[in-house]
């Protein structure tokens, strides 16, 4: 079974902005400082390569720039993950989603000397609109799809909690469970549909329960259970897996005041973590997302 590791190093800025709280002036964003050189080190322990999705405003601290250096020296591929991470980035007008990725583009480009392959939108906020600006741009593939009908609403009831307001994400949509669950080149009309574009979609992996999201945010709120039974359905049924980390998932938050359910413990997570990549390391071939689609 072949499989990829993606993180989305979302900084804190991110958290804090969308949370309406001070961000406070630091040298260095802690997602830089302290989670980058403990993801490289897990992944050295079981010497693996990761795709990591980088947001372009983080490109221009002198410190994060060298950070993102040490991850393409170690082997690890980096993407694009937009420029400001603006929410519900589907809906955004034409220019500014084109300026939002290309300005990111350059910057990326600039640190790691080759052109970025692959894109995730902010939020999984991804439509046919972008999908065909990324292949007009050049671009080889997006992992802004999670293919699962129950996605949305949890999207949309953790975020209404966080915000202590309701609050409507529109992060894909319901169809988007009708999407392949493997690699795939999209239709140009409908995203979740097989078709004959260049680029290519990347579905980030769910469990066979329900469609359930089993990425990182969701096994540390029910257990790593459910990363068995996504993980082992895929091995059963040789499906590739594409398996999602955030870059706050090793942040020790007690630091700072964010407050996330079951991120408390960061020596728990710290475990969970290292079962995961330890299990699809044992069990699979792991490469770097833009190595896969190549094959």
Not at 80 to 93: E, G, K, R, Y
Not at 126 to 142: A, C, R, S, T
Request: charged share 20%.
């Amino acid at each position: 079974m072949h499989s990829t590791i993606q993180v989305d190093l979302d900084s804190l800025w991110t958290y804090q902005d969308y949370l309406n709280m001070e961000t406070p002036e630091l040298s260095c964003d802690p997602i830089y400082s302290q989670s980058v050189q403990s993801f490289l080190d897990l992944f050295a322990k079981y010497d693996l390569k990761a795709t990591f999705f980088i947001i372009g405003k983080d490109c221009r601290n002198t410190q994060q720039i060298e950070c993102i250096k040490a991850i393409v020296e170690q082997g690890h591929e980096i993407a694009n993950h937009s420029m400001n991470h603006l929410p519900d980035f589907a809906n955004l007008n034409f220019a500014l989603q084109k300026q939002e990725i290309v300005e990111s583009h350059n910057l990326l480009k600039s640190i790691i000397n080759k052109d970025p392959v692959g894109f995730r939108a902010p939020m999984f906020s991804i439509n046919e609109k972008v999908n065909n600006l990324l292949e007009e741009l050049g671009y080889k593939y997006d992992a802004s799809i999670i293919p699962s009908a129950i996605f949305p609403l949890l999207m949309n009831s953790a975020h209404s909690l966080l915000k202590l307001r309701p609050v409507n994400m529109r992060s894909g949509g319901i169809r988007f469970a009708k999407a392949p669950k493997s690699i795939y080149n999209p239709d140009k009309q409908d995203i979740c549909r097989r078709g004959n574009m260049q680029i290519k979609q990347v579905p980030v992996g769910i469990s066979n329960l329900f469609g359930f999201p089993m990425h990182s945010t969701y096994v540390f709120t029910v257990g790593k259970f459910l990363f068995d039974s996504g993980f082992n359905f895929c091995l059963k049924n040789n499906i590739t897996l594409h398996y999602l980390f955030h870059g706050i998932d090793l942040l020790d938050l007690n630091r700072f005041s964010i407050k996330l359910p079951r991120f408390k413990s960061l020596s728990r997570r710290q475990g969970i973590c290292e079962y995961i990549v330890r299990k699809i390391a044992n069990n699979s071939q792991v490469r770097t997302t833009g190595d896969l689609i190549s094959i």
